[in-house]
């Protein structure tokens, strides 16, 4: 079965969402890869606002590639989301709801996800063109001089996505290793 999800997430809507579901997402991501998260946080730590409000919202772990004719975006597949660890924790603790990537993640941000109520999902790898199609708006917010890397606002209609680690910390990547190791 595959769930059709509309952003913004609540923490209703996550909590019925358990690993391996399938998802259909739609409505606004924002995207940001390491660069970015490491701006935001500076801009968390001197006071300043960030370039969108992380509550309620997603953030996917993608730099697309240029567009080419006739098109509003490049491929944009997930990047790996280990990078961001070490600042996710804390956009989890001032509203973050969705992240979208590729990859395990640290402890630390398991455990903020369960405090906070927040949803790990993953994207397909290498099917970056298909994931392009279901961007149908794309606008630069902000760190433009980040190229690839700056803030967007995505609007997206039935991204597939899967809950790779749920708002109860079960992690799709551990239970799935686990079902081999009994063989």
């Known amino acids: 079965m595959t769930i059709q999800l509309t952003t913004p997430l609540t923490n209703e809507k996550i909590k019925n969402l358990k690993t391996g ?26 006071g300043e606002k960030l370039p969108f ?26 990047t790996t989301s280990y990078r961001m660890d070490p600042y996710a924790p804390l956009l ?25 109520c927040a949803v790990y999902f993953a994207a397909v790898g290498g099917a ?9 708006k794309v606008e630069i917010i902000a760190y433009e001089d980040l190229g ?14 899967i809950v790779v680690i749920d708002s109860e910390g079960n992690n799709l990547y551990e239970s799935e290793k686990e079902k081999y190791k009994n063989h």
Do not use: C, F, W
Request: charged share 30%.
């Open 21 to 46: 579901d399938k998802v259909l997402l739609s409505g606004v991501l924002y995207t940001a890869r390491d660069a970015a998260h490491k701006r935001m946080i500076e801009q968390l730590k001197k």
């Open 53 to 78: 409000d992380v509550k309620d919202n997603v953030i996917y772990y993608v730099g697309p590639s240029p567009a080419k004719d006739g098109h509003i975006i490049g491929s944009a597949g997930p």
């Open 92 to 116: 989890i603790d001032i509203g973050l709801k969705g992240m979208i990537g590729k990859g395990n993640r640290d402890e630390n941000v398991i455990d903020s996800m369960k405090k906070n």
């Open 128 to 136: 970056a063109a298909l994931l392009a199609d279901k961007i149908k």
């Open 148 to 161: 690839t890397e700056a803030v967007r606002r995505l609007e997206v209609e039935d991204l597939p996505v």
